[in-house]
């Protein structure tokens, strides 16, 4: 679908560039008299801003390739001013773009993401409107999660102006080299002692939930070891659809194996049914004697080396006190267990938080709401128990939608795509880690990790191009 808007004149072209020049020269001038980091900001932004409309291919791919480096300078506030310059410059180009009458590729996938964005900026509105579990003060916070959300729809209309201008292998082979500082810091972290790294590269847990072997968790630049693990659970399965569509394997297979690594070095428990629900979906896509020994082998081989530190260990046996696996145990026990119990810490905080939104069973706090709730002031830990109690009962039916929304276009491209297409193994990698994020919104803040969700969307528009299938995959 392509928006094409050719009535607009020379005149009023010329005119807008010459507001936008001339607030960027008082700006400048300005920032200069009261600022001079401000205007090396300044300078630095309008570099980028000419980088932007000059070569504009190079500098989308480089800034989706810079996401995955930011978040560890979160203190700084570097991701949030990043998402908004994005979107700042996304919304130019497309003004610039109607201007001079050029076309705006969109699907309809597009549109139906935008019109649930733009369904989420209700519970925004709500908050000053006294609708809601919060007060008035807590606006910012409603507005701070609905920009990140919009932010997601810039990066998926972004990508999809780069179609027919960069070849869709070569886009998620160039997106892959988002792994480069991650791992290199995740290495630094393995190989040198927390005790002579700086505070920017140790992780540091809230001291209420330390248990042992904590402080030795990986988390790259993630800011967080369940950040970087989603993270490399969405390159793992990127490497795998490389893997199989290339005929010098050893490379990816080495990659996979240091991702694999790195993946047991965080330490999330988690991980461990996210991991094994994308190898099950993978299995049982093209179902082989030898593609299930493989994926049997996988796994247990990720369990193994998970078992092997003693805090991962320390995890493991961690789930035989819990409802889960122990039917003795029950939600009060559960909840006394709490302390060094994260299974059991997660039951505590939903059965708080489920009794906080009986009060608001429709609408639910608000966006961004969850860790203003007693009892532990925490994110909820779960996707589902946070979109019930930010958005009520209409709020979690529109989760619900949103994510269908998803499923049923990634169906509709895997039955679209030629079955010995490379677009078809990729629709079908697509779908086993949307199987696996599912999975992992039951006990973790998937919805929460920007970074993954970043590059989810860049994924997804990705699998939207044409792909030229008369050329059949190599493997």
Request: proline residues 3%; charged residues 10%.
């Amino acid at each position: 679908m392509k928006i094409n808007s050719s009535w607009y004149t020379a005149s009023r072209l010329s005119l807008s560039v010459g507001l936008i020049g001339g607030s960027i020269g008082l700006f400048l001038g300005i920032a200069a008299g009261f600022q001079p980091l401000l205007l090396c900001l300044a300078i630095l932004a309008l570099t980028l801003f000419a980088c932007f409309f000059t070569y504009f291919e190079q500098t989308v791919i480089g800034l989706l390739i810079l996401r995955s480096s930011l978040d560890i300078f979160s203190d700084w506030q570097v991701p949030a001013a990043f998402a908004i310059g994005l979107d700042a410059l996304t919304i130019l180009y497309v003004i610039l773009m109607l201007l001079l009458g050029r076309q705006i590729i969109t699907d309809k996938f597009f549109w139906f993401f935008a019109t649930w964005v733009a369904i989420q900026g209700l519970w925004v509105i709500f908050i000053p409107l006294g609708g809601l579990g919060l007060n008035a003060s807590y606006l910012l916070v409603g507005i701070r999660e609905w920009v990140r959300l919009f932010s997601w729809l810039m990066v998926y209309l972004l990508v999809m102006q780069l179609k027919d201008k960069v070849k869709p292998e070569r886009f998620v082979g160039l997106l892959m080299l988002s792994l480069i500082a991650p791992m290199a810091i995740s290495l630094i972290q393995v190989i040198v002692p927390s005790g002579i790294l700086p505070d920017l590269l140790v992780y540091r847990p809230d001291k209420d939930f330390e248990v042992l072997g904590e402080g030795s968790r990986i988390f790259g630049t993630l800011g967080h070891p369940n950040g970087l693990a989603k993270f490399l659970i969405l390159f793992i399965a990127l490497t795998w659809w490389q893997l199989e569509r290339s005929l010098e394997r050893w490379f990816w297979i080495i990659l996979m194996s240091i991702l694999i690594f790195f993946l047991v070095t965080t330490q999330a428990l988690f991980a461990i049914a996210m991991f094994g629900v994308f190898i099950v979906v993978r299995a049982v896509q093209n179902i082989s004697v030898s593609r299930l020994f493989g994926a049997a082998i996988v796994f247990a081989l990720f369990i193994a080396l998970f078992a092997t530190s003693e805090y991962g260990l320390e995890r493991l046996n961690s789930i035989a006190n819990t409802p889960l696996l122990n039917p003795d145990i029950g939600i009060s026990q559960a909840i006394l267990m709490a302390e060094g119990n994260s299974f059991n810490w997660r039951i505590a905080h939903w059965t708080y938080l489920l009794q906080a939104w009986q009060s608001h069973q429709l609408f639910g706090y608000g966006l961004g709401g969850t860790p203003a709730i007693p009892y532990f002031y925490n994110d909820a830990h779960s996707d589902y128990v946070r979109a019930l109690v930010e958005g009520g009962v209409v709020g979690l039916t529109t989760f619900f939608i949103f994510q269908a929304g998803q499923l049923v276009r990634l169906v509709q491209l895997y039955k679209k795509a030629s079955p010995t297409s490379d677009l078809r193994r990729f629709c079908s990698i697509l779908l086993a880690i949307f199987w696996s994020f599912l999975v992992g919104m039951t006990t973790d803040n998937m919805w929460g990790n920007t970074v993954m969700y970043f590059y989810w969307w860049s994924l997804l528009a990705v699998a939207g191009w044409d792909w030229n299938q008369d050329r059949p995959s190599q493997s």
